[in-house]
């Protein structure tokens, strides 16, 4: 199963979210990919990805599409091992940015989703992790995807940004992906003892959006797990964190 995280919002918990959701299904047993599509690069530092071979980056499997060659690279030359057992990632690069006009005017956003459909035999899940941005890179993740999680961090931009990723997500899929579904909004940084999260979590429950059972609440120990560059099920295998982020990838679709 192909899975974007994507929110237009920044910093609601997407790279960290789309890290552990992927250790943990590798974890599982599941033969994992994460690509990094950031030029922030977050979920590649994450991983403590950074001895990577030459040219092998997310940045190269896009350029080797507008440049010329006598053999096309396959998608498995850009999957590297990470220091989780059966996680693969395509690392990040800041090279996306120069490339993003050319690919763009040159049309070539079905590219990932062609790369990611000759992966599916090797990967039972692949997880994605986006900008803050609806740009190439992201759409073109909309366009490979089976499945869209959406994390929010419970405030009300968040829940105003839904309703907009909502009708964008409507006509990519009219456009471009039909199979594409929105799987789950993922309440993260949850505070229990608020009314506000609870509130907004409430009300685009009663409004139809399918807010997943599990809330993840904020903990210190998801930013002791960024900078020991260790994914909580590795880090923290019982912490309640940790549980909550098993709870929510438990909620998901396995079929392939
Ligand atoms: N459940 C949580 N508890 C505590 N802190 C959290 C939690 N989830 C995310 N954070 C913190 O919030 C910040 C933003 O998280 P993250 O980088 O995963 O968001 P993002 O959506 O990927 O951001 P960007 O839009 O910049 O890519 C980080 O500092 C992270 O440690
Ligand atoms: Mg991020």
């Known amino acids: ?35 990094d599509l950031d030029t922030q690069c977050n979920s590649t530092a994450y991983l403590n990805v950074t001895d990577m071979p030459k040219e092998s980056s997310i940045a190269d499997l896009f350029e080797q599409t507008i440049t010329f060659h006598l053999h ?5 030359d850009f999957c590297h091992p990470t220091q989780v057992k059966g996680l693969d990632i395509i690392a990040g690069s800041e090279r996306l940015t120069e490339l ?26 692949i997880f994605i992790d986006t900008a803050p941005a609806l740009n190439f890179y992201s759409m073109s993740a909309l366009i490979a995807a089976q499945r869209c999680l959406i994390p929010i961090d419970c405030d009300d931009f968040a829940r105003q940004g839904l309703y907009s990723l909502q009708r964008k997500i409507a006509e990519i899929k009219e456009d471009h992906n039909e199979g594409l579904q929105i799987e789950g909004i993922i309440a ?8 506000l999260p609870k509130q907004i979590v409430n009300e685009l429950i009663a409004e139809g959006f ?29 912490h309640k964190l940790t549980q909550s982020l098993v709870s929510i990838f438990n909620l998901l679709d396995k079929s392939e």
Do not use: C, W
């Open 210 to 238: 399918p807010v997943l059972s599990e809330y993840i609440g904020q903990s210190v120990k998801m930013r002791e797990s960024h900078q020991a560059k260790k994914p909580l099920i590795l880090l923290a295998p019982k």
């Open 188 to 195: 993260n940084q949850y505070m229990t003892n608020a009314n």
């Open 72 to 76: 096309r690279r396959p998608a498995t």
């Open 100 to 125: 993003e006009s050319e690919l763009d005017s040159r049309h070539k956003i079905y590219k990932l989703r062609e790369a990611l459909d000759s992966l599916k035999g090797t990967y039972q899940h």
């Open 1 to 35: 199963m192909i899975r974007v995280l994507f929110n237009k919002k920044g910093g609601v918990g997407k790279s960290s979210l789309t890290v552990n959701l992927a250790a943990i299904s590798a974890t599982q047993g599941y033969r994992t990919l994460l690509i």
